[in-house]
């Protein structure tokens, strides 16, 4: 059975929202370069809340805290943190990069998200 997640016209700009479900928590909800997701909403770098985040230009889910991206798709981290962040990015990115967001399956129907199962 599919849990109703949020309608298109219900996310903000930033392509990301945070959806509570009955079966996982809270979730990440968006869409990235046409395709709905869902995932973990906490950053694997320094916990950040990954909902109040936003869908970068390259499709990725970036972090508000430090600008850290995620594959929506694969959960892998494909930029470590920027900023004062920045040298040790590449360290970041490659032992955090074992740790994916874990990602839902969905599917868009009439304007609206749904978690599939």
């Known amino acids: 059975m599919s849990e109703r997640l ?5 996310l903000p700009e ?7 479900t009955s079966a996982h928590g809270r979730l990440a909800v968006g869409v990235a370069g046409g395709t709905p997701f869902a995932v973990s909403p906490v950053c694997r ?3 950040g809340d990954l909902a109040k985040g936003h869908v970068a230009d390259d ?3 970036e972090c508000p805290l430090h600008a850290a991206r995620f594959d929506v798709a ?3 981290m ?9 040298p ?9 990069g074992r740790m994916k967001l874990k990602t839902f399956p969905v599917l868009e129907r009439d304007g609206v998200i749904f978690l599939e199962g």
């Open 6 to 10: 949020v309608a298109l016209a219900d």
């Open 14 to 20: 930033s392509g990301v929202t945070s959806v509570e």
């Open 59 to 61: 499709g990725c889910l």
């Open 74 to 76: 694969t959960g892998a």
């Open 45 to 47: 770098h320094l916990r």
């Open 88 to 96: 040790l990015a590449g360290v970041v990115k490659g032992t955090m």
């Open 78 to 86: 494909v930029r470590g943190p920027q900023g004062a962040f920045k």
